[in-house]
């Protein structure tokens, strides 16, 4: 039950803005199993975004693997890591995580509506989904209509609707109130316990962090500390 | 204000490109209207010089009723006005056929010029006749001989050179007062060199002396004194030493006074007519081409509206784009007052860019469109570029305003922009009622609606909205003024108790059931015959306005279907979502955006419509009126039958002839009745008809010429042509009757047979010289006399192209004019056959005519006939006028396709800008499972249906109003698929290509980083 569903190696990330050498990750190791809950702090700049960018395959690594269930996603191409993505990750960003112009259903039914679902079929899953997360009355609605833990709940439910493997979280609580904060850390648990799907959530809170199982420390771009919370 | 130029050249430096669109598009519209300028202006020079050059160096005419003016005046005139004038001499000037012998060409309407050659004070002032090697003419020589001088356009045209021999016809009048043409053989003394007065009637003359003249047409003396006409100079080179207008007008009426004085001339209606005739062309020209820059300039107005939509559409996303810089600003402490002046200063700076590009565009441009102006009406020649002060203070005021009333808008919105709401990011995409603004709009339109309904119930005599008021163009003018304010008033008033979505939607459906009620009915009512221009216009813009709001407040409905369509196919189901909702979610933008198009395509698929269907579909209408006439010969000299039948010569050429019908012509004199009495008489061409002609033995008509009737009693409720082909032909042939009953009329249009009583003419409509009271005065061999007019001709094939108005006389008064004698020898025969109108073997048939009149070894110049014969096949006629109608459709068309270069750029502009402001959606689509394709597709598909809903928009619209006028014409309609396809490809690729580009662009774009934009 605890084979490893994330290898990272030696990974390391450069940004090149015009010469000026910006070392972000500079050889991250690290495993994350199957069904596992992690959570990732550290300092602002060490590289949690970049580290996720690079997990989701909406970046390329400078050096290093990435290997998701025995895929080493640094080597697919545009469309399969795409494709990838769709399929096996779900995505929630630090910021605006929801394409303002679409009505809360289609935002969450979209990855369905790429995976080849119909229309009526991704909406009435959609509406399952923003039921359980209690969106059940926001269905039409247009975000900027949202409050931002309700917004955040839709980027959620965008996330998990295709039943993805991993599901990737840049501060999913980040502007929210300490208790809609924690109302969010139940779902993903809730999520965890149901889909036995893996949740890896960046967070600076440290309260946020301690729901989870296991809190990685990155400093620098390198992995500073493991703490493990709760074993299996 | 030092900040406001730091703000204004910051802006400049990031928004390149749209400013660069910005100035583009003002460019273009600046470019229409001095290319309109500068053509115009062109053609205006271009045809004075050539007309002008066509005079020689002469000023003034004068003649009198007879054709006859005596040799007294011209002495008068030499001895009164000597210190006035430069010279005066008297001519006459007969029009005929020239044959060459030698080389058996042919040319008719040659102007033979019969002149004094001895005349010092005259013609020798006016300059010499110099030949082609540059040697001086000694004219003398000519006196007394057989021999001419042509100039060297003509002997050109007919091959010849110096010792050859031409021959022609000149009438010789009889001391009876009879006039019969002899035939004469003249040598060609000399080519003179194409220069000063040689350039007389573009060169195609013949000179020749007046004493050999005398000799040949006058023999017994009678009119050795007299003169057709006296011509004044008062410059002996136009070129270096032109006159003025005004100065020229002013002195032709000071002869004419003084003439009535010495003549004694106490008549209420001189005989005597002074025409500065250089500076009267002149200024005609002058005012027809008014006309036309006018219309051009209507059009480039279309145009530019939508050009104006394009900036204003560019203008309002740097609003957009600057709201948090805007917000910052005003936070800072900037006043309402400086945020609109940063605006203002910055469109007036693009404005004045946009002047620049447009003057030299608008060179370009302009002398393209004189050179093909200059082909589709064949003029000929190579206009000459005329660039003026006027022309450069167009292109800087246009440019400006364009800019400066563009600008206004989104200066308004910067200024009252919340600051706080910008600077918390909020943006609100719900809909809302109309603003206040709207609501005292609204009661303005009622007011509005209120006033033109009295200026309406004024011209329509209290017929509001009831058929009798459509009958006239201004009561169609102000009814649909009218329902336009009132329903907008009534609509934006509604908008504040309803939604706004169904305010405007049911102003947009009135505006397009008004309109296209208008096109397919309304237009029918009207029974009044002028220039219906600014109706058209306003239905025009009804039906164009209409129908894009009606379209971008459905917007949405629209967007769902598309979705809905999309999503029938998997691999589109995911892009349908994005691009129909992107799309929706600017509304305005997107309205701007298709409707750019929608006005473009509106008014070129019209014309294109219009154009194939008037050369394709109208051939049954054009048989109908010319009577099912299918050739038309006219021969410059009547010719006997009993020692020629012409008639029997056209049937034994081809059995499948019919009928042959003949009758006379000659050249008469007209001019109105109305107040004008002053007016000089013009040329027109008399017809005489008598009923054998119209008739068969059993007293059927052979062939209807269908007239419009004019006579009160006969006038029906609605215009003639709108009625049912066999109603048309019973109106008409009534008309014909009373043509030929031998009775007179009153003024009123009432038999009678009073002294007061007027005999009846028919005119052909297109150039009418009646008046209001449908009469007119000809000159005759007794004075000038008043005719009735009982009807008007159209679309009768040779009116369609005589420069001159065709006037049809009875039979019974051609004793009073000239050129009548031997009445019985006719010049103009109507053949009808079996073929149909467009047949070939028509052609054929007309050629083999003129081969067996004009040519060298026929059977008439055997009999020592010399005719010059034009057969001309009525389908020619018609194809002659298509030509020209459907060149000015092309023309148009091309003209009004540089709107579609604004509706392209306006589509690459918008597309760029969504991509550029959604780029963090895009790295969102991106890391939800979007590909890159996927990333392209949406943006193109976006751009794709914006264009398109132009595009269907202006296909329907263009298609209803053509259909229309090809109901009104009773042609058949004919959609140009050609065209069509042509609009669909060019929207096609611009839509392709404007979301292509940027499409990739941002596609390319590692989604991490699209995901850091912040906007
Ligand atoms: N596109 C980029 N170009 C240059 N430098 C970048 C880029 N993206 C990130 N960086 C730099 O890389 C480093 C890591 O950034 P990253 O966004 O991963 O930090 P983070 O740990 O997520 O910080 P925070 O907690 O503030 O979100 C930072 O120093 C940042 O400035
Ligand atoms: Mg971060």
Known sequence: ?232 | MGYIISFVTKSVRRRLPKYVSIIIAIGLGVTLFVSVDIAVNSLTEGIITSSSQSLGEFDISISNNTGKISNNVLNYIRENFNDKIVAATGRITLSTTIFANRTGQLEKDIDVIVFNTTDKDGEQKLGYLKNIDGRKINTTEIRDKKYVLIPEPLAEKLEVKKGDIIETNIPREYKNGTTLFVHVVFTVYDIISFEGKATESQGLTVWLSRSTYNAIADPDGVYWNYFDTIWISLSSNHNINPVDNNYAKKLAQEIKNSLINYLNDDSDDPSITVMAIRAEIEESIREGLNSFKIFLNMMATLIIIAGILLISNIQMISVEDREIQIGILRSLGAKKGEIIRIFILESVFLGLFGSVLGFFGGLVLGKYLALYINNIFQIGGTPIIVINKGTIITSIVSGILIAVATGIYPALKARSINIVEVLRGVKSYKEEKLSKKGFYFGWVSILFSIFLYLKLSRVSDGFILTKEGWRTIDAQFYSLLFLSALMLGLGLILSQFTSRNFALNLISLGYISVSVWWFRNGIQLLNESGNADKIFYVALLMLISGTVVVVGVNLEILGAFLRKTLALFEKTRAIGVISTRSMTSKKLRAVLTFSIFAIILSINVFAATWGVSVEKGSVDLWAFYSGRVDIIVDLDVPVNPAIYNYSQMIYRLDPHVTDVACTRHATGYAKTTSETLGTPFIPVDLYAWNSSIMKNQKGEYRFDIITNPVLKKQTTEQAIDTLPENEQLNISRNIWDLFFSGQNFTVDGEISNGTDALPPVILTGRRTITDENNTIILMTKYGAMKFRVLASVFNYGPSAFSFFPIIFIPERYVTFFEGFDYINYPNYYFIMTEYPLNDPAVRTLAQKIEKESNSADSDLRKLGYLVGALATPVWDYYQEFVKIYVGFLDFLQLFLSTGLLIGIIGLMVISLRNVAERKREIGMQRAIGFNRKQVVLSAIFEIFTLGFIGLIIGIINGLIMANSFTKLSKIDFYIPWARIWLYFAVTFFSAFFAGLIPGIKVARIPPSEALRYTG
């Open chain 1, 1 to 232: 039950m605890s084979e490893n569903l994330v290898i990272i190696k030696n990974l390391h990330k450069i940004y090149d803005p015009e010469g000026a050498n910006v070392h972000a990750l500079r050889g991250i190791n690290l495993t994350v199993k199957k069904g596992e809950m992690l959570a990732i702090m550290g300092p602002s700049g060490c590289g949690k975004t970049t580290l996720l960018n690079l997990l989701g395959g909406i970046d390329k690594p400078t050096k290093g693997t990435i290997i998701i269930d025995g895929v080493d996603i640094t080597r697919l191409n545009d469309d399969d890591v795409t494709n990838f993505r769709r399929d096996r990750i779900g995505y929630i960003f630090q910021l605006f995580n929801l394409l303002d112009f679409l009505p809360v259903v289609e935002n969450v039914a979209l990855p369905l509506l790429l995976q080849g679902y119909t229309i009526n079929s991704a909406y009435e899953e959609a509406k399952v989904v923003l039921r359980q997360m209690g969106l059940g009355d926001r269905v039409y609605h247009y975000p900027n209509q949202l409050s931002g833990g309700q917004a955040q709940r839709v980027a959620i439910a965008r996330a998990i609707i295709t039943n993805p493997a991993i599901i990737l979280g840049d501060e999913p609580t980040g502007d929210l109130d300490t208790k809609t904060s924690m109302d969010i850390m139940n779902l993903f648990r809730r999520i965890n316990i149901q889909n036995k799907q893996t949740l890896i959530i960046v967070t600076h809170s440290r309260a946020i962090a301690e729901q989870c199982d296991r809190i990685v420390h990155i400093e620098n771009g390198v992995v500073s500390k493991e703490e493990i919370i709760r074993g299996d």
